[in-house]
């Protein structure tokens, strides 16, 4: 399969490295291929404008809090410890390492109380209807920018999702979906061009 | 190879003997790096800790088989990469998107400049449409800053492998990134 226009493969070598010489990764001789390229191809050195942002914006991008302040919050709410079973077993057999696991626990939670900080706020909850709501949130969904009111609540209704909070900063949903049905059902989502995405979240 | 990494090998050594305060410091300083890779990979955070503390044990009990033969962070960071797609095939989650390569991206962009909020969760929403193994050669090319042959070590794939992925993660990450990068980069 062709996947590169252009035509020349000393241009779709380029193409491939861009990336790598923007982060200044390349080998001298591949930068020096791609240097000479650069100055006799309009579409790679509009690329590699285009990419520069790209690569910047990456390297900027926050971490999806969204997804972790929904655990975090579920997890406070519920006051368990969540100790994977294996991790466990290792440490009983190696009791001497103790206080370094402790001391990592009690760095991830630092950083967790760092990262969620932002969009922290009072752990109440909003449901649609009147009813009291006491499922708690097993997806999390966003729409795209521009779709309709309408045509969310029609998608969430088709989902038989139910508005458990939100929206957050990023406009995302905290919804309840049937759990048995759950992959399925944010498979569905997920293929709906009103969709930006459609993730299961873990009690 | 760097000062850096000298310093870190030299950790790998002592924790190989044993040294807890030597894992400690290992762990510490490679904690935000595979917090951020995790999170990257697998879009999970209850299992990005434990595959995190998971990787770590690794590193704890298998320090005698780091050679020397590349950075540590690439080593630490290969190690990660196994156990972020162990987690998600225990969870039954799909690792690669086989289609990916060939499917026509049906993301569309409103004609109007962004602001930060959006910009950011274009971005957001752009990488979560991406396979874990397309989401990992982006993150490890711009946010961890690795060459080509680095990241073919972590990922355990030829180089031409990883140059190929990042060429169609990049073609899709743009995809769903429409218009000029003037208006949604949110610095410019």
Redesign the interface.
């Given at each position: 399969?062709n996947?590169?226009e252009g035509g020349g493969r000393i241009h779709e070598e380029v193409?491939?490295?861009l990336?790598?010489y923007i982060?200044d990764?390349?080998d001298p001789e591949s930068k020096r291929r791609v240097e000479d390229h650069l100055s006799a191809c309009d579409l790679c050195r509009a690329d590699l404008?285009?990419?520069?942002?790209?690569?910047?914006?990456?390297?900027?991008?926050?971490?999806?809090v969204e997804?972790?302040w929904a655990?975090?919050r579920q997890r406070i709410g519920e006051g368990r410890s969540?100790q994977?079973k294996?991790?466990w077993s290792?440490i009983v057999a190696r009791p001497?390492?103790v206080?370094?696991?402790l001391?990592?626990q009690l760095?991830?939670l630092v950083?967790a109380i760092v990262a969620f900080t932002p969009i922290a706020r009072p752990a109440s909850y909003h449901a649609l209807g009147s009813a009291p709501v006491v499922a708690s949130a097993n997806a999390l969904i966003?729409f795209?920018?521009?779709t309709q009111q309408r045509g969310a609540v029609q998608l969430l209704r088709e989902a038989e999702a139910r508005i458990v909070d939100g929206p957050t900063?990023?406009?995302a949903l905290l919804v309840h979906v049937a759990p048995g049905r759950r992959a399925n059902i944010l498979q569905k989502l997920k293929a709906r061009?009103e969709i930006?995405?459609a993730?299961?979240i873990?009690p | 190879m760097s000062c850096g990494n000298a310093h870190e090998a030299a950790l790998i050594a002592r924790i190989d003997a044993r040294d807890i305060a030597a894992f400690e410091e290992l762990y510490r300083l490679f904690h935000p790096r595979l917090v951020r890779f995790l999170l990257t990979i697998m879009h999970r955070p209850t299992i990005v800790e434990e595959a995190l503390n998971d990787t770590m044990m690794v590193v704890w009990n298998k320090a005698g088989s780091y050679r020397g033969a590349s950075r540590v962070s690439t080593w630490i960071f290969a190690i990660a990469y196994r156990q972020a797609l162990k987690a998600l095939r225990r969870q039954d989650l799909p690792v690669e998107d086989r289609d990916a390569d060939t499917r026509i991206s049906d993301a569309q962009g409103p004609e109007q400049a962004l602001g930060l909020t959006q910009a950011n969760h274009r971005l957001l929403a752009a990488m979560a449409s991406l396979s874990p193994d397309h989401r990992a050669v982006i993150d490890l090319t711009y946010f961890h800053g690795l060459g080509t042959r680095d990241i073919a070590e972590v990922m355990g794939c030829p180089v031409d492998t990883v140059k190929t992925r990042m060429f169609h993660a990049r073609r899709k990450l743009r995809g769903h990134l429409p218009g000029d990068a003037a208006d949604w980069l949110w610095d410019n």
């Open positions: 399969m996947v590169i193409q491939e490295l990336p790598w982060t990764a390349l404008v285009h990419e520069r942002s790209v690569g910047k914006a990456v390297a900027a991008m926050p971490i999806d997804l972790g655990q975090m969540h994977p294996r991790l290792s001497h390492i206080p370094v696991l001391a990592a760095v991830l950083s966003m795209q920018p521009e900063a990023t406009g061009r930006a995405m993730e299961p873990d | -």
